[in-house]
């Protein structure tokens, strides 16, 4: 018995040694990933009502490739070792990148509400819960469904204390429905699929395809007007640093390294927290039954994310 005691002690240093050996911003980047992307559905709306939504999409893009050029010019990082594997990559640009940014967009300039877009994405972390036993092998307790229903519960207590929700276009539901599905199915075959590829690769094949796809159907549907004041300048830097080279790097990296499920169910925070953010940058308010939503989606992505305990 006392050498079972001992092997068992083993094991669980081991797996304490192995948690001291993460980065550091490796262990900050559920926080950080949160406040970048968060803060962006505000920045967005900014941005939006200086230019049309594909227009900032294509331009948000084309930015990036500009940073990131020069940058694999002079670092030369390693290319992917086949064209499926560059494929595979591309494939997570296009459904993250064009269908899941590109739609919402298109669902906002529609009519659709910020409440009403959210609640349909607030979805995903149980879509990606069902998927993943199929997809990526991960199964879930029953503490960690319950912490998904918390979440959801959560977050829709959020936007409805917001009174977000009304009456809302139907085709533009549609498309969030669609974009839903384009972020779960990105979200599951970059787990199933990807392999650590340097970041500044994959994301020189993500936003090559995002620009692709965006800029003709932008300059083919849209006039591509832009009002260059400073509070767009402003918005631009930060969806194209803050939100597409920092948030989508560290959503990539927490992917390959932690159970898909545990990382959707970030995805609970959002709504509250970008509700938090539009209560300075827009003026919009956080009444009492948001502030318990957040407050109760904050618990549920807790006990999703807590690791079940060595035995």
Same mark, same amino acid.
């Given at each position: 018995m006392s050498r079972l005691r001992l092997a068992q002690t083993g094991v669980a240093q081991d797996g304490a040694?192995?948690?001291?050996?993460?980065?550091? +911003?490796?262990?900050?980047?559920?926080?950080? !990933? *949160?406040?970048? +992307?968060?803060?962006?559905?505000?920045?967005?709306k900014i941005a939006v009502a200086h230019a049309a939504p594909l227009t900032i999409l294509a331009l948000r893009y084309s930015l990036v490739l500009v940073l990131l050029i020069p940058v694999a010019l002079v670092m030369r990082p390693p290319l992917p070792k086949s064209w499926r594997a560059a494929g595979d990559v591309a494939l997570v640009g296009f459904l993250i990148q064009v269908v899941y940014f590109g739609l919402?967009? @298109?669902? !906002?300039?529609?009519? @659709?509400?910020?409440?009403?877009?959210?609640i349909i @994405?607030?979805?995903?972390?149980?879509?990606?819960?069902?998927?993943?036993? +199929? =997809? @990526?092998g991960e199964r879930l307790g029953?503490?960690?469904w319950t912490g *998904?229903?918390?979440?959801?519960?959560?977050s829709v207590m959020v936007i409805?204390?917001?009174?977000?929700?009304?009456?809302?276009? =139907?085709? %533009? &539901?549609v498309l969030t429905f669609v974009a839903l599905l384009g972020i779960t199915g990105g979200t599951l075959y970059e787990k199933r699929f990807g392999v650590s590829h340097h970041p500044v690769t994959s994301n020189l094949i993500q936003y090559a395809v995002g620009a692709a796809c965006t800029l003709p159907v932008a300059l083919a549907t849209e006039s591509m007007a832009i009002n260059w004041d400073a509070e767009f300048l402003w918005a631009m830097a930060y969806l194209v640093i %803050?939100?597409? *080279?920092?948030?989508? =790097? *560290? &959503?990539?990296?927490?992917i390959r390294v932690g159970e898909v499920a545990r990382v959707s169910a970030l995805?609970?925070?959002v709504p509250a927290l970008s509700a938090l953010f539009a209560w300075p940058l827009l003026g919009e308010a956080m009444p009492p039954l948001s502030w318990a939503g957040m407050a109760l989606a904050a618990f549920g992505v807790a006990l999703v994310s807590r690791k079940a305990r060595a035995r």
């Open positions: 040694a192995m948690q001291s050996t993460r980065p550091l +911003w490796l262990i900050l980047a559920p926080v950080i !990933f *949160l406040i970048l +992307w968060s803060a962006g559905f505000a920045v967005a919402c967009y @298109v669902a !906002f300039k529609l009519g @659709v509400s910020a409440g009403g877009v959210a @994405v607030c979805l995903q972390p149980i879509l990606v819960a069902l998927a993943a036993p +199929w =997809t @990526v029953r503490k960690a *998904l229903a918390l979440g959801l519960a959560g409805l204390g917001r009174s977000a929700v009304a009456a809302e276009n =139907t085709l %533009g &539901l %803050g939100n597409s *080279l920092l948030a989508m =790097t *560290l &959503l990539l990296a927490m995805f609970y925070l």
